[in-house]
Protein backbone atom coordinates (compact mmCIF):
# COMPACT_ATOMS: atom_id res chain seq x y z
CA UNK A 1 0.00 0.00 0.00
CA UNK A 2 2.87 2.67 0.96
CA UNK A 3 4.83 1.69 -2.47
CA UNK A 4 1.52 1.94 -4.62
CA UNK A 5 0.74 5.56 -2.84
CA UNK A 6 4.63 6.60 -3.45
CA UNK A 7 4.89 5.90 -7.02
CA UNK A 8 1.12 7.78 -6.92
CA UNK A 9 2.84 10.50 -5.74
CA UNK A 10 5.74 10.16 -8.13
CA UNK A 11 3.39 10.28 -11.23
CA UNK A 12 1.08 13.54 -9.72
CA UNK A 13 5.12 15.45 -9.49
CA UNK A 14 5.98 14.59 -12.86
CA UNK A 15 2.96 15.51 -14.69
CA UNK A 16 2.48 18.76 -12.40
CA UNK A 17 6.14 19.74 -13.92
CA UNK A 18 5.58 18.88 -16.83
CA UNK A 19 2.80 21.21 -17.01
CA UNK A 20 4.58 24.01 -15.21
CA UNK A 21 7.18 23.84 -17.76
CA UNK A 22 5.16 24.74 -20.57
CA UNK A 23 4.32 27.81 -18.54
CA UNK A 24 7.93 29.18 -18.13
CA UNK A 25 8.12 28.78 -14.49
CA UNK A 26 11.73 28.51 -13.35
CA UNK A 27 11.04 26.38 -10.97
CA UNK A 28 9.84 23.67 -13.12
CA UNK A 29 12.06 20.52 -13.44
CA UNK A 30 13.26 18.80 -16.17
CA UNK A 31 11.34 15.36 -15.69
CA UNK A 32 10.94 14.00 -19.01
CA UNK A 33 11.39 10.80 -18.39
CA UNK A 34 9.59 7.86 -20.33
CA UNK A 35 10.18 5.71 -17.28
CA UNK A 36 11.66 5.86 -14.14
CA UNK A 37 13.55 3.08 -13.00
CA UNK A 38 13.48 1.74 -9.49
CA UNK A 39 16.82 1.42 -7.49
CA UNK A 40 18.95 1.21 -4.15
CA UNK A 41 21.86 1.70 -2.89
CA UNK A 42 22.66 -1.75 -2.47
CA UNK A 43 22.74 -2.23 -6.21
CA UNK A 44 25.57 0.54 -5.81
CA UNK A 45 28.60 -1.90 -4.36
CA UNK A 46 31.97 0.21 -3.35
CA UNK A 47 33.47 3.12 -1.72
CA UNK A 48 35.00 4.93 -4.52
CA UNK A 49 32.70 5.34 -7.41
CA UNK A 50 34.20 6.49 -10.53
CA UNK A 51 32.38 8.89 -13.64
CA UNK A 52 28.92 8.12 -11.71
CA UNK A 53 25.63 8.89 -13.37
CA UNK A 54 22.27 8.30 -12.65
CA UNK A 55 19.15 9.90 -14.59
CA UNK A 56 15.69 9.13 -14.18
CA UNK A 57 15.88 6.52 -11.22
CA UNK A 58 13.75 6.50 -8.22
CA UNK A 59 14.99 5.22 -4.68
CA UNK A 60 12.68 3.35 -3.25
CA UNK A 61 15.01 2.61 0.24
CA UNK A 62 17.25 4.66 1.83
CA UNK A 63 20.16 6.38 -0.25
CA UNK A 64 22.89 5.79 1.91
CA UNK A 65 26.46 7.21 0.29
CA UNK A 66 28.01 8.08 3.28
CA UNK A 67 31.28 8.25 3.58
CA UNK A 68 31.89 7.50 -0.35
CA UNK A 69 34.50 9.18 -2.53
CA UNK A 70 33.14 9.48 -6.08
CA UNK A 71 36.53 9.97 -8.41
CA UNK A 72 34.89 11.20 -11.56
CA UNK A 73 32.31 12.89 -12.98
CA UNK A 74 29.14 12.27 -10.44
CA UNK A 75 25.53 12.49 -12.20
CA UNK A 76 22.49 12.06 -10.35
CA UNK A 77 19.68 13.87 -12.52
CA UNK A 78 15.76 14.05 -12.83
CA UNK A 79 15.60 11.50 -10.03
CA UNK A 80 13.53 11.05 -7.05
CA UNK A 81 14.65 10.13 -3.64
CA UNK A 82 11.85 8.98 -1.02
CA UNK A 83 13.75 7.89 2.04
CA UNK A 84 16.12 9.45 4.10
CA UNK A 85 19.43 10.57 1.75
CA UNK A 86 22.87 10.77 3.37
CA UNK A 87 26.05 11.70 1.51
CA UNK A 88 27.64 13.01 4.41
CA UNK A 89 31.55 13.02 4.65
CA UNK A 90 31.25 11.86 0.91
CA UNK A 91 33.96 13.44 -1.42
CA UNK A 92 33.53 14.31 -4.67
CA UNK A 93 36.77 15.16 -6.71
CA UNK A 94 35.37 15.74 -9.98
CA UNK A 95 32.15 17.87 -11.34
CA UNK A 96 28.46 16.32 -9.04
CA UNK A 97 25.08 17.44 -10.60
CA UNK A 98 21.69 16.70 -8.86
CA UNK A 99 19.81 18.90 -11.11
CA UNK A 100 15.91 18.32 -11.41
CA UNK A 101 16.32 15.88 -8.57
CA UNK A 102 13.78 15.60 -5.53
CA UNK A 103 14.17 14.56 -2.02
CA UNK A 104 11.49 14.28 -0.49
CA UNK A 105 12.46 13.09 3.29
CA UNK A 106 15.58 13.99 5.57
CA UNK A 107 19.00 15.13 3.67
CA UNK A 108 22.02 14.99 4.44
CA UNK A 109 24.90 16.72 2.55
CA UNK A 110 26.89 17.60 5.84
CA UNK A 111 30.55 17.89 5.44
CA UNK A 112 30.58 16.75 2.00
CA UNK A 113 33.48 18.19 0.10
CA UNK A 114 33.36 19.13 -3.79
CA UNK A 115 36.98 19.54 -4.97
CA UNK A 116 34.84 21.23 -8.56
CA UNK A 117 31.63 22.71 -9.05
CA UNK A 118 28.59 21.13 -7.16
CA UNK A 119 25.33 21.93 -8.75
CA UNK A 120 21.53 21.35 -7.48
CA UNK A 121 20.00 23.83 -10.22
CA UNK A 122 16.24 23.25 -9.62
CA UNK A 123 16.46 20.36 -7.08
CA UNK A 124 13.34 20.54 -4.55
CA UNK A 125 13.92 19.71 -0.90
CA UNK A 126 10.88 18.90 0.56
CA UNK A 127 11.62 18.07 4.57
CA UNK A 128 15.13 18.94 6.66
CA UNK A 129 18.52 19.48 4.62
CA UNK A 130 21.92 19.66 6.27
CA UNK A 131 24.67 21.11 4.10
CA UNK A 132 26.49 22.05 7.51
CA UNK A 133 30.09 21.71 7.16
CA UNK A 134 29.99 21.48 3.98
CA UNK A 135 32.90 22.50 1.73
CA UNK A 136 33.24 23.77 -2.09
CA UNK A 137 36.19 24.60 -3.36
CA UNK A 138 34.85 26.42 -6.42
CA UNK A 139 31.07 27.01 -6.99
CA UNK A 140 27.85 25.81 -5.01
CA UNK A 141 25.49 26.76 -7.28
CA UNK A 142 21.56 26.22 -5.88
CA UNK A 143 19.97 27.94 -8.90
CA UNK A 144 16.59 28.08 -8.26
CA UNK A 145 16.50 24.92 -5.87
CA UNK A 146 13.54 25.10 -3.29
CA UNK A 147 13.99 24.22 0.14
CA UNK A 148 10.56 23.58 1.54
CA UNK A 149 11.51 23.00 5.03
CA UNK A 150 14.58 24.03 7.57
CA UNK A 151 17.82 24.01 5.66
CA UNK A 152 21.08 24.63 7.07
CA UNK A 153 24.52 25.63 6.16
CA UNK A 154 25.92 26.62 9.29
CA UNK A 155 29.72 26.61 9.09
CA UNK A 156 29.48 25.84 5.28
CA UNK A 157 32.27 26.92 2.81
CA UNK A 158 32.08 28.29 -0.40
CA UNK A 159 35.70 29.09 -1.37
CA UNK A 160 35.22 30.91 -4.66
CA UNK A 161 31.79 31.20 -5.55
CA UNK A 162 27.80 30.72 -3.58
CA UNK A 163 25.14 31.20 -6.37
CA UNK A 164 21.76 30.97 -4.97
CA UNK A 165 20.11 32.49 -8.13
CA UNK A 166 16.50 32.20 -7.57
CA UNK A 167 16.50 29.99 -4.74
CA UNK A 168 13.41 29.63 -2.98
CA UNK A 169 14.35 29.39 1.22
CA UNK A 170 11.37 28.23 3.67
CA UNK A 171 13.93 28.62 7.13
CA UNK A 172 17.35 28.86 6.34
CA UNK A 173 21.03 28.90 8.57
CA UNK A 174 23.66 30.16 7.17
CA UNK A 175 25.51 30.96 10.52
CA UNK A 176 29.70 31.28 10.16
CA UNK A 177 29.30 30.03 6.45
CA UNK A 178 32.07 31.75 4.73
CA UNK A 179 29.97 32.64 1.53
CA UNK A 180 33.15 33.07 -0.64
CA UNK A 181 34.63 36.18 -3.05
CA UNK A 182 30.95 35.95 -4.77
CA UNK A 183 28.18 35.88 -2.90
CA UNK A 184 24.79 35.65 -4.95
CA UNK A 185 21.22 35.83 -3.65
CA UNK A 186 19.52 37.41 -6.57
CA UNK A 187 16.01 36.97 -7.07
CA UNK A 188 16.06 34.64 -3.67
CA UNK A 189 12.88 34.30 -1.88
CA UNK A 190 13.15 34.17 2.18
CA UNK A 191 9.64 33.02 3.16
CA UNK A 192 10.51 32.26 6.40
CA UNK A 193 13.66 33.15 8.98
CA UNK A 194 16.46 33.37 7.38
CA UNK A 195 19.54 33.69 9.83
CA UNK A 196 23.18 34.71 8.81
CA UNK A 197 25.00 35.27 12.22
CA UNK A 198 28.76 35.67 11.80
CA UNK A 199 28.49 34.68 7.93
CA UNK A 200 30.96 36.10 5.79
CA UNK A 201 31.08 37.92 2.12
CA UNK A 202 34.29 37.92 1.30
CA UNK A 203 33.78 40.97 -1.64
CA UNK A 204 30.46 40.83 -3.81
CA UNK A 205 26.91 40.26 -1.79
CA UNK A 206 24.49 40.44 -4.38
CA UNK A 207 20.52 40.61 -3.02
CA UNK A 208 18.81 42.33 -5.76
CA UNK A 209 15.13 41.53 -6.44
CA UNK A 210 15.33 39.66 -3.30
CA UNK A 211 12.05 39.33 -1.09
CA UNK A 212 12.11 38.74 2.65
CA UNK A 213 8.47 37.56 4.54
CA UNK A 214 9.55 37.18 8.01
CA UNK A 215 13.28 37.96 9.36
CA UNK A 216 16.81 38.10 7.45
CA UNK A 217 19.41 38.38 10.55
CA UNK A 218 22.40 39.68 9.82
CA UNK A 219 23.61 40.04 13.01
CA UNK A 220 27.55 40.38 13.10
CA UNK A 221 27.67 39.06 9.57
CA UNK A 222 30.62 40.61 6.67
CA UNK A 223 29.47 42.01 3.68
CA UNK A 224 31.59 42.34 1.50
CA UNK A 225 33.41 45.03 -0.50
CA UNK A 226 30.48 45.87 -2.49
CA UNK A 227 26.80 44.89 -2.05
CA UNK A 228 23.68 45.12 -4.47
CA UNK A 229 20.83 45.14 -2.50
CA UNK A 230 18.92 46.68 -5.41
CA UNK A 231 14.71 46.88 -5.48
CA UNK A 232 14.89 44.20 -2.35
CA UNK A 233 11.62 44.03 -0.93
CA UNK A 234 11.24 43.76 2.64
CA UNK A 235 7.34 42.70 4.50
CA UNK A 236 9.31 41.15 7.46
CA UNK A 237 12.48 42.40 9.67
CA UNK A 238 15.77 43.21 8.68
CA UNK A 239 18.36 42.85 11.31
CA UNK A 240 21.79 44.27 10.98
CA UNK A 241 22.96 44.38 14.65
CA UNK A 242 26.87 44.85 14.34
CA UNK A 243 26.57 44.01 10.24
CA UNK A 244 30.25 44.86 8.70
CA UNK A 245 28.65 47.61 5.83
CA UNK A 246 30.82 47.10 2.46
CA UNK A 247 32.22 49.56 1.08
CA UNK A 248 29.65 50.65 -1.63
CA UNK A 249 26.22 49.69 -0.86
CA UNK A 250 23.53 49.80 -3.60
CA UNK A 251 20.02 50.75 -2.44
CA UNK A 252 18.58 51.46 -5.59
CA UNK A 253 14.76 51.62 -6.33
CA UNK A 254 13.44 50.11 -2.46
CA UNK A 255 10.07 51.14 -1.98
CA UNK A 256 9.12 47.81 -0.09
CA UNK A 257 9.42 47.64 2.88
CA UNK A 258 6.70 47.51 5.65
CA UNK A 259 9.07 48.68 8.64
CA UNK A 260 12.56 50.81 8.43
CA UNK A 261 15.86 49.53 7.41
CA UNK A 262 17.96 50.68 10.15
CA UNK A 263 21.86 51.32 9.57
CA UNK A 264 22.04 52.92 13.36
CA UNK A 265 23.20 49.64 14.64
CA UNK A 266 25.96 48.14 12.19
CA UNK A 267 29.62 48.27 12.92
CA UNK A 268 30.81 51.12 10.37
CA UNK A 269 34.33 51.44 8.59
CA UNK A 270 36.37 54.47 10.95
CA UNK A 271 38.72 54.74 7.90
CA UNK A 272 36.68 55.30 4.63
CA UNK A 273 32.77 56.10 4.72
CA UNK A 274 31.05 53.44 2.99
CA UNK A 275 30.10 54.70 -0.31
CA UNK A 276 25.98 54.61 -0.63
CA UNK A 277 23.70 54.77 -3.96
CA UNK A 278 19.63 55.89 -2.86
CA UNK A 279 18.66 56.54 -6.52
CA UNK A 280 15.08 55.93 -7.12
CA UNK A 281 14.50 54.66 -3.17
CA UNK A 282 12.10 55.70 -0.27
CA UNK A 283 14.44 57.74 1.74
CA UNK A 284 12.20 57.49 4.73
CA UNK A 285 12.07 53.71 4.72
CA UNK A 286 16.02 54.22 5.94
CA UNK A 287 17.24 55.46 9.03
CA UNK A 288 21.22 56.10 8.99
CA UNK A 289 23.44 58.85 10.15
CA UNK A 290 25.16 60.21 6.96
CA UNK A 291 28.35 61.41 8.91
CA UNK A 292 29.57 57.47 7.97
CA UNK A 293 28.54 57.49 4.11
CA UNK A 294 29.22 59.65 1.19
CA UNK A 295 26.50 59.67 -1.47
CA UNK A 296 27.23 57.67 -5.24
CA UNK A 297 25.72 57.43 -8.06
CA UNK A 298 26.59 54.24 -9.58
CA UNK A 299 26.58 54.25 -13.96
CA UNK A 300 23.99 51.69 -14.16
CA UNK A 301 21.03 54.34 -15.10
CA UNK A 302 21.12 57.66 -15.61
CA UNK A 303 20.29 60.93 -13.45
CA UNK A 304 20.16 64.99 -13.90
CA UNK A 305 22.00 67.41 -11.57
CA UNK A 306 18.53 68.64 -10.62
CA UNK A 307 17.09 64.86 -9.42
CA UNK A 308 20.69 64.64 -7.56
CA UNK A 309 19.74 68.10 -5.93
CA UNK A 310 16.16 66.41 -4.95
CA UNK A 311 17.36 63.47 -3.09
CA UNK A 312 19.93 65.53 -1.49
CA UNK A 313 17.31 67.80 0.25
CA UNK A 314 15.40 64.88 0.47
CA UNK A 315 17.76 63.23 2.81
CA UNK A 316 19.28 66.48 4.48
CA UNK A 317 14.74 66.32 5.55
CA UNK A 318 15.85 62.70 6.93
CA UNK A 319 18.81 63.68 8.74
CA UNK A 320 16.97 66.24 10.35
CA UNK A 321 14.10 63.99 11.23
CA UNK A 322 16.24 61.60 13.29
CA UNK A 323 18.71 64.41 14.64
CA UNK A 324 21.65 63.23 13.32
CA UNK A 325 23.42 66.62 13.75
CA UNK A 326 26.90 65.45 12.13
CA UNK A 327 24.88 64.09 9.40
CA UNK A 328 22.74 66.87 8.57
CA UNK A 329 26.40 69.12 8.07
CA UNK A 330 28.28 67.15 6.35
CA UNK A 331 25.39 66.78 3.60
CA UNK A 332 24.16 70.06 4.24
CA UNK A 333 28.13 71.02 3.01
CA UNK A 334 28.22 68.81 0.02
CA UNK A 335 25.30 69.63 -0.92
CA UNK A 336 25.71 74.04 -1.02
CA UNK A 337 28.71 72.76 -3.01
CA UNK A 338 26.97 71.19 -5.66
CA UNK A 339 24.14 73.45 -6.04
CA UNK A 340 27.49 76.42 -7.21
CA UNK A 341 29.11 73.95 -8.97
CA UNK A 342 25.98 73.20 -11.19
CA UNK A 343 25.22 77.27 -11.18
CA UNK A 344 28.56 78.01 -12.05
CA UNK A 345 29.44 79.95 -9.24
CA UNK A 346 32.39 79.25 -8.49
CA UNK A 347 33.89 82.79 -7.27
CA UNK A 348 31.13 82.27 -4.53
CA UNK A 349 31.69 78.75 -4.20
CA UNK A 350 35.62 79.43 -3.51
CA UNK A 351 34.56 82.38 -1.17
CA UNK A 352 31.67 80.13 1.17
CA UNK A 353 34.22 77.20 1.20
CA UNK A 354 37.05 78.82 2.19
CA UNK A 355 36.36 81.97 4.11
CA UNK A 356 32.85 81.14 5.19
CA UNK A 357 33.01 77.01 5.87
CA UNK A 358 29.12 77.20 3.99
CA UNK A 359 28.13 78.66 7.35
CA UNK A 360 29.79 76.68 9.55
CA UNK A 361 32.34 77.01 12.23
CA UNK A 362 32.58 81.21 10.92
CA UNK A 363 33.96 82.53 14.04
CA UNK A 364 36.75 80.09 14.01
CA UNK A 365 36.97 81.15 10.36
CA UNK A 366 36.76 84.91 10.31
CA UNK A 367 39.45 84.57 13.21
CA UNK A 368 41.69 82.28 10.78
CA UNK A 369 41.02 84.94 7.84
CA UNK A 370 41.49 87.83 9.80
CA UNK A 371 44.86 86.16 11.12
CA UNK A 372 46.35 85.21 7.85
CA UNK A 373 45.31 89.18 6.63
CA UNK A 374 47.30 90.53 9.73
CA UNK A 375 50.52 87.78 8.54
CA UNK A 376 50.38 89.02 4.65
CA UNK A 377 49.99 92.40 5.94
CA UNK A 378 52.75 92.72 8.11
CA UNK A 379 54.93 90.65 6.02
CA UNK A 380 53.98 93.35 3.31
CA UNK A 381 54.74 96.01 5.54
CA UNK A 382 58.73 94.98 6.29
CA UNK A 383 58.94 94.06 2.34
CA UNK A 384 58.00 97.91 1.40
CA UNK A 385 60.47 98.58 4.88
CA UNK A 386 63.09 96.72 3.54
CA UNK A 387 63.06 98.29 -0.48
CA UNK A 388 62.46 101.54 1.07
CA UNK A 389 65.67 101.56 3.74
CA UNK A 390 67.45 100.14 0.44
CA UNK A 391 66.39 103.28 -1.44
CA UNK A 392 67.72 105.00 0.57
CA UNK A 393 71.31 103.74 1.09
CA UNK A 394 71.14 103.72 -2.86
CA UNK A 395 70.30 107.62 -2.69
CA UNK A 396 73.15 108.65 -0.24
CA UNK A 397 75.45 106.77 -2.07
CA UNK A 398 75.46 108.61 -5.02
CA UNK A 399 75.28 111.89 -3.56
Same mark, same amino acid.
Given at each position: ?6 ? &? ?21 ? $? ?117 ? !? ?28 ? %?????? $? ?17 ? &? ?9 ? $? ?33 ? !? ?6 ? %? ?55 ? $? ?83
Amino acid at each position: MRQCFFW &AIVTMIVFAYKSGASQADPYSQD $LNCKTFTRISTTDILGDSLENFGIECCVYSGEANFKGRVFSGQSVFIKSLFNPKTDFSNSVFLGPVYFHDVNFFSRTDFSRIHAIKQGGFQRSRFVSVANFSHAQFDTVGNFFYARFDS !LVTFANAAFLIQASFVGTRFHDVNFSNADL %GTRTYF $LNADFKGNAVFHKAKMDSI &AVFKNASIEQT $LDLSDATLGQWADWTHLKVNGNLVLNNTHLPDTLL !LIGIKDVA %GLIDFTTCAYNNKNNHRIDLFNSDLSKFKFDYSHFNLYFSESYEITDEEKIGLMEEL $LQVQQNYGFVNGFKKLDIEYKEFNNLVEKKYIKNWFEKHWLGYGYNTLFLILRNLMIIVIIGFGLWKVVGLIRRKSHRDTVSIS
